[in-house]
């Protein structure tokens, strides 16, 4: 029976780029005849490649970006309030452990709106220069800088056609600065 095992794995095994591998024979994963004859598995493309994967990863990613500045943010936010006086007294202040869990609700609240801010923006940034570059068939410096011009023009649309005009200006103009100082 161990020999039939054997006999069997080294049938299943092939040769791709000139190294013995192991196919498992699954009933989801065929085969394709590619254009040269040489049968191999289906290619397969990252998921950060497609559209979907860098609007998902986008969103994430500007998340965390915005949890982290939303905690640095919220950290150095001097919200202190103003000295109360009832009736020509000053009224004490409030114990320390209730100034710190106003301050960690405050900070959580602040880091919270900058994760969605920033998860937003990213992902429709993503989003719209990937659908841009698909369309266009290039990978050049205006790709980010018409998704730019697209995504400011969005998100401060609600301010009237002045504001997405502003708006459109100074994400295409802050797209096309960080490529020619990030470059490719």
Request: with cysteine.
């Amino acid at each position: 029976m161990a020999s039939s095992n054997t006999g069997d794995a080294r049938e299943r095994s092939m040769r791709i780029y000139g190294k013995e591998t192991f196919s498992c024979p699954l009933p989801f994963f065929s085969k394709t005849d590619l254009p040269n004859g040489d049968p191999t598995l289906t290619p397969r493309r990252d998921i950060g490649e497609t559209c979907g994967g860098k609007i998902i990863s986008g969103a994430f990613i500007g998340a965390f970006m915005g949890v982290g500045l939303g905690l640095f943010m919220g950290a150095m936010g001097g919200d202190t309030s103003a000295i109360e006086v009832i009736k020509g007294r000053e009224v004490p202040p409030a114990p320390l452990r209730e100034q710190m869990r106003s301050g960690y609700k405050a900070t959580g609240a602040k880091a919270k709106g900058w994760a969605k801010q920033f998860g937003v923006l990213t992902a429709l940034f993503g989003g719209v220069e990937c659908v841009v570059e698909k369309y266009r068939a290039k990978h050049d410096v205006w790709n980010p800088v018409i998704s730019g011009c697209a995504v400011g023009a969005t998100l401060s649309a609600s301010g009237g056609p002045g504001a997405a005009c502003l708006g459109c200006a100074g994400f295409a103009g802050f797209s096309y600065l960080i490529d020619k100082v990030i470059g490719d």
